[in-house]
């Protein structure tokens, strides 16, 4: 069975808006950091964003200040409000969670959701 299932994907205009959620069926020990990875084609996997259970933040540099991250823990459920999206945040979107933020961005995590398609046309 999948333990986090990203939806929200899909194809937008670029200055528009996209919000992702990512459900996680699993236990609060792997779901202390929660957040996202995107890919673009012919680049390697990138953070975005990651939340901690406490609702600490940290972000990429090229989507900091346009994107949002927040949880809500009772439905151990994580969202990503991309606002002013650009053709160059085409890619796919990958939930993630883990034990603990330590080396997060080195992609140091337990669980990693199938992905969902973010696309965005000029």
């Known amino acids: 069975q999948v333990q986090l299932v990203e939806s929200g994907g899909g194809l937008v205009q670029a200055g528009e808006s996209l919000t992702l959620s990512c459900r996680a069926s699993v236990d609060s020990a792997h779901t202390y950091a929660m957040g996202w990875f995107r890919q673009a084609p012919g680049k390697g996997r990138e953070s975005v964003a990651v939340?901690?259970?406490?609702?600490?933040?940290r972000y990429g540099d090229s989507v900091n200040g346009r994107f949002t991250i927040s949880r809500d823990n009772a439905k151990n459920t994580v969202y990503l409000q991309m606002n002013s999206l650009k053709v160059e945040d085409t890619a796919k979107y990958y939930c993630?969670?883990?034990?603990?933020?330590?080396?997060?961005?080195?992609?140091?995590?337990?669980?990693w959701g199938p992905g969902t398609q973010v696309t965005v046309s000029s």
């Open positions: 993630a969670s883990h034990s603990s933020l330590y080396n997060w961005s080195r992609q140091q995590i337990s669980y």
């Open positions: 939340i901690d259970y406490t609702g600490g933040t």
